[in-house]
């Protein structure tokens, strides 16, 4: 049993980092279709997006397959369908209903967004196009739940997977067929683009009915050993499901609602600077499109990779296995951080023919992604501090952390960006991340008895060693310089290649001499030697 759930936790972890590699590869080519005016439509539609899905969504598949699994275990699997049956068409409806709000509140969306004069009814374009995906993405997330709480992950990732894969072809297609082949407009085409994440989600629903035909039998066959003694109402149903979830959608909207705060004053502050309006959108797609692509990807792998550990923070916590509890959290902060950290220094310093490779060459986009970057660490001690809190049932707390963070946000992020622009932004963020992180972490502290003794000592080892890695790579950086231009995209690949290549080694190597790396990482990593020592 033991087994099936770690490789069931595997594949899902793995679907989702996949599907999130791919969701954010995509935006090289896109941007070469639309340009810089294309991608500021698109994040204006898209972070109002991510909030609906969010709220509609968020926690919804871990909800039900809690929910599911509990009850399996007692063998009353009647539950888990009277759930199903009733929950899916409640998502069709709360779906329909989020489609609807989202639909007609655009005027007030593409408002709030302050878009440059005669942009309004382009902005309100591409929300409409993409709130047509709300109908079906959580009705699809209720049937993903069903499915994990039967410890079946595979219809998930596979479906997260199709979906993406879908949703990107019909965006690149769809964007380009309408610019090169249909004389379109950069409006129509961004209208294309975010209506794909309806197709998408169709895709991705389309994949979980295979399964369901296919394991439908299997599944009937459970209702025959049902033992029937509990009737559990659709009213206590859904206050059980409401309890799982909530916590998961303050923590999915978190990153969303920090964009859209950008979204709703960046424009107007730096405008109120002198700023003219075209320059003021430039910056604003820059921050919350373009360059938060590219941060994102270390967070989510980072973050992927230790929230693996958190059921197992779970099991010590419940134990009241102290001892445990303290080396899974010990774990948990020092993966994540010795994955982040590197990435969020080399993105950083690589920043000219990182954004140069995605996108083009700019002056501006290199200053803001060098000063985005490292909140990537935030970002991700965030994710798992949160994740904890839920570990250790103290989920409530994510609430607080994050209402603190977004007031702290609202209040700076004006004055900041009129003090330094783009970069006041970031700083902003930085600061609003960091005041709900400090909470996170006095409530682990306080409910679960942690000492973060170990994790300061291993912190500060981790970030010497990135300092290693930082002054290597920038040597050898700056010697390519002599030879290769940042202006140039291919010129630019290879400077990334070859400086993250000598960053990545000299920063490993050091792990691996002073022990760090297995200690953290155990066994794996002495297999992977073994294997390189056969090789060599």
């Known amino acids: 049993m033991q087994s099936k759930l770690l490789r069931g936790t595997f594949i899902l972890t793995f679907g989702t980092i996949l599907s999130k590699v791919i969701g954010l590869i995509y935006v090289i080519p896109f941007y070469q279709i639309v340009g810089k005016y294309g991608t500021q439509l698109y994040s204006y539609s898209y972070v109002p997006y991510t909030i609906f899905i969010s709220i509609a969504t968020a926690g919804v598949p871990l909800a039900v397959s809690k929910f599911i699994a509990k009850y399996n275990a007692l063998e009353e699997y009647a539950v888990g369908r009277k759930l199903f049956k009733s929950g899916l068409v409640v998502m069709l409806l709360t779906g329909f209903a989020a489609f609807l709000v989202m639909y007609f509140a655009a005027p007030l969306l593409a408002g709030l967004s302050h878009p440059g004069k005669g942009q309004m009814a382009n902005v309100i374009t591409v929300i409409r196009a993409v709130s047509f995906a709300l109908i079906v993405v959580p009705f699809m997330s209720l049937i993903r739940g069903y499915f994990q709480g039967h410890q079946s992950m595979g219809p998930?990732?596979?479906?997260?997977?199709?979906?993406?894969?879908?949703?990107?072809?019909?965006?690149?297609?769809?964007?380009?067929?309408?610019?090169?082949?249909?004389?379109?407009?950069?409006?129509?085409?961004?209208?294309?683009?975010?209506?794909?994440?309806?197709?998408?989600?169709?895709?991705?629903?389309?994949?979980?009915?295979?399964?369901?035909?296919?394991?439908?039998?299997?599944?009937?066959?459970?209702?025959?050993?049902?033992?029937?003694?509990?009737?559990?109402?659709?009213?206590?149903?859904?206050?059980?499901?409401?309890?799982?979830?909530?916590?998961?959608?303050?923590?999915?909207?978190a990153n969303p609602l920090f964009q859209f705060i950008d979204q709703i004053t960046m424009t107007r502050a730096m405008m109120d600077v002198g700023i003219n309006q075209k320059l003021a959108d430039t910056?604003?797609?820059?921050?919350?499109?373009?360059?938060?692509?590219?941060?994102?990807?270390?967070?989510?792998?980072?973050?992927?990779?230790?929230?693996?550990?958190?059921?197992?923070?779970?099991?010590?916590?419940?134990?009241?296995?102290?001892?445990?509890?303290?080396?899974?959290?010990?774990?948990?902060?020092?993966?994540?951080?010795?994955?982040?950290?590197?990435?969020?220094?080399?993105?950083?310093?690589?920043?000219?023919?990182?954004?140069?490779?995605?996108?083009?060459?700019?002056?501006?986009?290199?200053?803001?992604?060098?000063?985005?970057?490292?909140?990537?660490?935030?970002?991700?001690?965030?994710?798992?501090?949160?994740?904890?809190?839920?570990?250790?049932?103290?989920?409530?707390?994510?609430?607080?952390?994050?209402?603190?963070?977004?007031?702290?946000?609202?209040?700076?992020?004006?004055?900041?960006?009129?003090?330094?622009?783009?970069?006041?932004?970031?700083?902003?963020?930085?600061?609003?991340?960091?005041?709900?992180?400090?909470?996170?972490?006095?409530v682990i502290k306080s409910f679960s008895g942690y000492r973060y003794l170990l994790v300061w000592r291993r912190s500060l080892l981790i970030f010497i060693f990135a300092g290693l890695m930082w002054g290597g790579t920038e040597i050898v950086y700056k010697l390519l310089l002599l030879f290769l231009s940042p202006a140039s995209k291919g010129q630019s690949v290879l400077l990334i290649l070859i400086s993250a290549g000598v960053g990545a080694v000299i920063y490993f190597y050091v792990g691996l001499k002073s022990g760090l790396v297995n200690r953290l990482f155990g066994n794996r990593v002495d297999r992977i030697k073994q294997k390189l020592r056969l090789r060599f």
């Open 283 to 442: 910056a604003f797609g820059i921050l919350n499109f373009e360059s938060h692509k590219i941060v994102i990807i270390p967070v989510s792998l980072a973050t992927a990779f230790s929230l693996t550990l958190v059921p197992s923070i779970t099991k010590a916590f419940v134990e009241n296995d102290r001892k445990n509890l303290n080396h899974q959290l010990n774990q948990t902060f020092q993966v994540m951080l010795y994955l982040t950290l590197p990435a969020a220094i080399g993105l950083s310093l690589l920043a000219e023919p990182v954004y140069t490779a995605f996108y083009e060459h700019d002056s501006l986009g290199t200053q803001v992604l060098a000063a985005y970057a490292p909140v990537a660490i935030l970002f991700s001690l965030y994710s798992v501090t949160a994740a904890i809190l839920q570990g250790i049932n103290e989920q409530r707390f994510t609430i607080l952390s994050l209402l603190v963070g977004l007031l702290l946000k609202l209040a700076l992020n004006m004055p900041l960006i009129k003090m330094f622009e783009t970069r006041g932004a970031v700083l902003a963020t930085a600061l609003g991340y960091t005041a709900a992180i400090v909470i996170n972490l006095i």
């Open 156 to 253: 998930s990732a596979v479906s997260q997977v199709v979906e993406q894969i879908v949703r990107i072809v019909f965006t690149l297609a769809g964007a380009y067929i309408v610019l090169k082949f249909l004389n379109g407009t950069i409006v129509s085409a961004v209208s294309v683009a975010t209506f794909a994440a309806f197709i998408g989600a169709i895709g991705g629903l389309a994949v979980l009915f295979w399964y369901w035909f296919k394991r439908k039998s299997y599944l009937n066959e459970l209702l025959e050993h049902d033992k029937g003694t509990i009737n559990v109402s659709l009213k206590d149903i859904y206050k059980e499901i409401f309890i799982y979830a909530a916590p998961f959608v303050f923590v999915g909207i």
